[in-house]
């Protein structure tokens, strides 16, 4: 028997995770390409859309997805959907496109063979 999401009991219709995660050993990581900034502009802009709590949205912090070297990253669930973004506009085509209305944002995708 196949569950839904729903049967589940699914409670955030999308849930996105940024890597905050710093290095002091001077390898990469994504808190050297203002994680922290991107995460707070996304929390802030989900928050004041109306788009946050059960139902709908939420932005959580993550230590390394192990993605690093396509940093600074974001991944939105369920889709799976990795994110490598730049600035803030990115962030905001993302909560635009993909949490607010579920089109995935293709050209912030992370190239697949990206990983630590
Ligand atoms: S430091 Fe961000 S994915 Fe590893």
């Known amino acids: 028997m196949t569950d839904t999401p729903g049967q589940r009991g699914s409670y955030y219709e999308r849930h996105i995770f940024f890597c905050l995660n710093h290095r002091d050993t001077g390898e990469a ?11 707070d502009h996304c929390k802030r802009l989900v928050k004041t859309q109306g788009l946050a709590g059960p139902g709908q949205v939420r932005v959580n912090k993550a230590g390394c997805l192990d993605r690093c070297a396509g940093g600074p990253v974001c991944v939105v669930y369920p889709e799976a ?5 730049v600035d803030q506009a990115d962030v905001e085509e993302i909560v ?3 949490l607010k209305h579920g089109v995935v944002v293709e050209r912030l995708i992370t190239p697949a063979h990206l990983g630590r």
Do not use: D, I, L, R
Request: aromatic share 22%; net charge negative.
């Open 29 to 39: 990581s994504c808190a050297q390409h203002q994680a922290q900034e991107a995460f």
């Open 81 to 85: 959907v990795w994110y490598t973004y």
């Open 96 to 98: 635009e496109s993909h």
